[in-house]
């Protein structure tokens, strides 16, 4: 077939059913872009569409099925509704957070096939928001387009079921999230805990345990924020840039966690001011504390995916470790 020959539903057709899909942000915008054009609304605000967005999905998200290819993350407007339902923000700060932090790349990459553009498209983006064009209003005019609207809504199905395939026990995963969700808060600027955190680290990595040099010091979630919600210092540690990167969003290695046991237990041994904040937070006794966190951990293995670590890196060889482990046992 000649691309002459392509119709304007062709086209709609090629970016919703074949177009790369690791959320499902394409195939609201879809349905936004349909339901403005039929309510004969061309010119659309960043803050309608986020509007739009929000509305949507807190409907979706009833379902409680997820709307990311990455079994170990969600979407913005999964956080950002989850955080409406439980009251830690009301409609107006929603909407607000969805027009800064919701539409990434969407809007930008929604006629993109394959990496390509195709040669047709149904709206250009503006500095405020977007202009649909009239091809949209064309196509969803005609009551017959009742089936390229069924197929948005069953891609939308599809790519909720085949998210959740790659996760296991999703009503768990989801439950756990919701308990850390409600704990946590919003974020804070952790760089201003670099000193404290450097006192314990030295300048050496937490994650390889090679000196860091000034300029590529990184302050990083151990349990990943994504899941704990929280900056709290007992969590936080310094790395290079490199390894915060190379650990993402991952959870890493046991061994890892029992290093940040320690060192949690090194500042409440030397007395350090924030001593009594982490036995609040953890519990009066080192058996007590320890316990909270292996509990975050195991609940952490059920929703995050998991990382090995630095390869090469090995705890019992790392200089600065044993040395603290030594002068630990030294003061029991």
């Known amino acids: 077939m000649n691309i002459k020959d392509f119709s304007k539903e062709d086209y709609w057709r090629t970016i919703i059913l074949y ?19 039929q309510q004969q609304k061309n010119i659309v605000t960043i803050n ?7 509305d949507m999905y807190k409907e979706r998200l009833k379902r409680g099925k ?7 993350r969600q979407t913005a407007m999964e956080r950002i509704v989850n955080l409406y339902n439980i009251g830690k923000l009301t409609r107006s700060q929603a ?34 928001g977007i202009v649909i064009f009239d091809n949209v209003y064309d196509i969803f005019s005609d009551k017959k387009n009742n089936k390229l609207r069924n197929e948005l809504d069953a891609r939308w199905d599809l790519l909720e079921s085949a998210f959740e395939i790659k996760r296991t026990n999703s009503k768990l995963v989801n439950d756990l999230r919701k308990l850390y969700l409600v704990n946590g808060y919003a974020r804070t600027d952790i760089t ?11 300048n050496v990595c937490f994650y390889c345990g090679e000196l860091m040099t000034e300029d590529d010091v990184h302050v990083d979630h151990v349990i990943p924020r994504q899941f704990m919600n929280h900056d709290d210092i007992w969590n936080l540690v310094l790395s290079h840039g490199f390894c915060n990167l190379h650990k993402s969003d991952n959870l ?7 290093k940040l046991i320690e060192r949690n237990e090194y500042f409440i041994k030397s ?47 790392d200089p600065f470790y044993k040395t603290f482990i030594r002068n630990i046992l030294m003061n029991k």
């Open 252 to 258: 890493p290695d046991r061994h890892y966690i029992e």
């Open 95 to 128: 909407v607000d957070k969805v027009e800064k932090d919701a539409f990434n790349d969407v809007i930008d990459r929604f006629h993109n096939v394959d990496n390509l553009q195709i040669p047709m498209s149904f709206y250009e983006k503006t500095d405020k």
């Open 271 to 317: 007395n350090h001011p924030i001593s009594n904040k982490l036995k609040e937070q953890l519990g009066n006794t080192a058996k007590q504390r320890k316990v909270t966190i292996y509990r975050i951990y195991e609940h952490a293995t059920r929703v995050l995916s998991p990382w090995n670590g630095i390869h090469g890196y090995n705890p019992v060889t």
């Open 66 to 72: 997820p709307q990311l290819a990455t079994p170990n």
């Open 19 to 37: 177009g790369l899909n690791q959320a499902t942000y394409k195939i609201a915008l879809g349905q936004s872009l349909i339901r403005f054009s």
């Open 192 to 202: 201003k805990n670099r000193n404290v955190l450097n006192g314990y680290q030295n």
């Open 48 to 54: 309608e569409l986020a509007e739009d967005f929000f």
